[in-house]
């Protein structure tokens, strides 16, 4: 109950002076590659550089974090804020949130850097104090700032734990989530797990333990949920391929190669008197999507659903 108050409190004090980002700890000297911005703390293993400035034009510059007295190439190199390992891009006034890797905290650290890791060269630090009072507690956003260390995660039971299972992205990346703006994705469990053998979904934080946000899997409508190729015993010699076609009605199709066939699911929530159909074939049945085997000849599928009563026997 406290801990809320001096939370809205300490919101309510922000906004006063513009976006609250956290425990400011400094701006960046401007050195080289006109990098410029400043420095907050989110918590403790997370920073937050606010209005960024680089040209992308240095050889191989990367975040850098240290516990020696300035900066140098006995620091450690952090992700970028997708979570890649990349020399950075080129900067124009974004805001990145970044995660310290594991078993490191604000509290070992001296100084961040842009750092050249093949010329050891700095193109921009600020020292980060000792004793510094990052601020405390997890699992809320600060105005716009969230941690981005978020996987999705499945698990048996009603509960997300730590003792759970992360999956791949729809891209199959196992890296922290981006940002998601009403976006329909097709996520695929690993290896042999199916859907019967997890109870929750959720997007949780593997590093500080927290639940972001879970939903139970109704286990009665699972009855209904169709096979995966796998289970039918096919092996793919493609890697699985999906497309959304209608959002409101979940309309997706799935396709792969496997030995001379192409192997296609159709999938959606649809009741009589809709049915789904798929047809060889260059004339489509209704619009939708094409498929191409990718071999010297195609083979073309169109994908729909049609209504019992536009169904005509001759």
Known sequence: MHFEVALTLLLMLGCAHGRYLGKEIGALSRLQHGVRGALFAVDSRTLYLHDFHYDGAGPAAYFFVGTSKGPSSSGVRLRDERGGASPLRAYRGEGLTLSLPEGHTLRDLRWFSV?????????????????????????????????????????????????????????????????????????????????????HFAVWCEAFTVDFGHIVLPRAALANVPPSLKMLGVSPQSKLNCEVLLDELAFEVRWAIAGDSIVVQLVAKIEQPFLMAVARGVSPLVEGMSMSSGRSSNIVCSCGILSLSDIKCA
């Open 115 to 199: 750092w050249c890791d093949e010329y050891a060269v700095n193109f921009g630090s600020v020292s980060i104090p000792s004793g510094l009072e990052y601020p405390y507690g997890y699992g809320r956003c600060v105005s716009m700032v969230c941690v981005s260390d978020a996987k999705f995660w499945v698990g048996r039971g009603e509960t997300p734990s730590p003792q759970g299972i992360r999956i791949p992205d729809e891209n199959g990346k196992e890296e922290p989530l981006r940002k998601y703006d009403n976006k329909t994705i097709v996520l695929t469990l690993p290896g042999e797990l199916t859907v019967f053998d997890i109870g």
